[in-house]
């Protein structure tokens, strides 16, 4: 593993209190994104944690649909059951989502709010597009390292399905946030959730 991989990895383990028990390892092409797997038993939280590591490496290009919260160095976060065994299909959407904004040409960022539709996400799913938005869990807001002089922040990976997606273009996504609280949206993935539409 390259030496700027290692140091994200070790402001991880600091931020959460323990090191990873998985890593699904940064492709050899660029941008090198991997991912961790923090459980629950080790980090004494409620559920398990994956984090993206090496996004943060290259800096976002932001444009004026930027919001203040929107940080051009970020890593993404997702939250999963304490029992949850199935982390591959997961861990490889984070890589692919961490490594999406500098594949665009021209280059683009993640931000609050940004969704990317996909078709099928996981298998027997209903859910078929990712939704970026700041995290929920007040241990993970707010800069959680730096890079080159730059705040690092947490963005936290959830996930739409075809209807959901349809209202968050149409009404915006603070329709799919009044969604989400009615219907008690849960911080961990459940892929075999129905839509709220």
Same mark, same amino acid.
């Given at each position: 593993?390259?030496?700027?991989?290692?140091?994200? @990895?070790?402001?991880?383990?600091?931020?959460? /209190? %323990?090191? =990873?028990? *998985?890593?699904?390892? &940064?492709?050899?092409? +660029?941008?090198?994104?991997?991912?961790?797997?923090?459980?629950?038993?080790?980090?004494?939280?409620?559920?398990?944690?994956?984090?993206?590591?090496?996004?943060?490496?290259?800096?976002?290009?932001?444009?004026?649909?930027?919001?203040?919260?929107?940080?051009?160095?970020?890593?993404?976060?997702?939250?999963?059951?304490?029992?949850?065994?199935?982390?591959?299909? @997961?861990?490889?959407?984070?890589?692919?989502? /961490? %490594?999406? =904004?500098? *594949?665009?040409?021209? &280059?683009?960022?993640? +931000?609050?709010?940004?969704?990317?539709?996909?078709?099928?996400?996981?298998?027997?799913?209903?859910?078929?597009?990712?939704?970026?938005?700041?995290?929920?869990?007040?241990?993970?807001?707010?800069?959680?390292?730096?890079?080159?002089?730059?705040?690092?922040?947490?963005?936290?990976?959830?996930?739409?399905?075809?209807?959901?997606?349809?209202?968050?273009?149409?009404?915006?996504?603070?329709?799919?946030?009044?969604?989400?609280?009615?219907?008690?949206?849960?911080?961990?993935?459940?892929?075999?959730?129905?839509?709220?539409?």
């Amino acid at each position: 593993m390259k030496p700027h991989h290692t140091n994200i @990895l070790k402001k991880l383990t600091s931020h959460f /209190g %323990a090191a =990873p028990s *998985l890593l699904w390892d &940064p492709s050899e092409e +660029g941008p090198e994104v991997g991912c961790a797997y923090f459980p629950a038993e080790k980090t004494g939280r409620p559920w398990g944690t994956l984090a993206t590591y090496g996004m943060s490496l290259q800096p976002m290009v932001l444009d004026e649909r930027a919001e203040d919260t929107d940080t051009k160095r970020t890593e993404l976060i997702a939250y999963v059951r304490e029992d949850e065994t199935k982390l591959d299909d @997961l861990a490889n959407w984070m890589c692919w989502a /961490g %490594a999406f =904004p500098f *594949l665009q040409d021209p &280059p683009t960022y993640l +931000g609050w709010g940004h969704t990317i539709h996909m078709g099928e996400v996981f298998e027997n799913s209903s859910l078929t597009t990712l939704l970026t938005l700041t995290t929920i869990v007040i241990a993970d807001t707010g800069t959680v390292f730096r890079v080159d002089d730059d705040d690092v922040s947490f963005l936290w990976l959830t996930f739409l399905t075809d209807a959901e997606y349809a209202l968050a273009k149409e009404h915006g996504v603070n329709a799919i946030l009044d969604l989400f609280l009615e219907y008690k949206h849960p911080v961990t993935l459940d892929r075999s959730r129905t839509s709220y539409v």
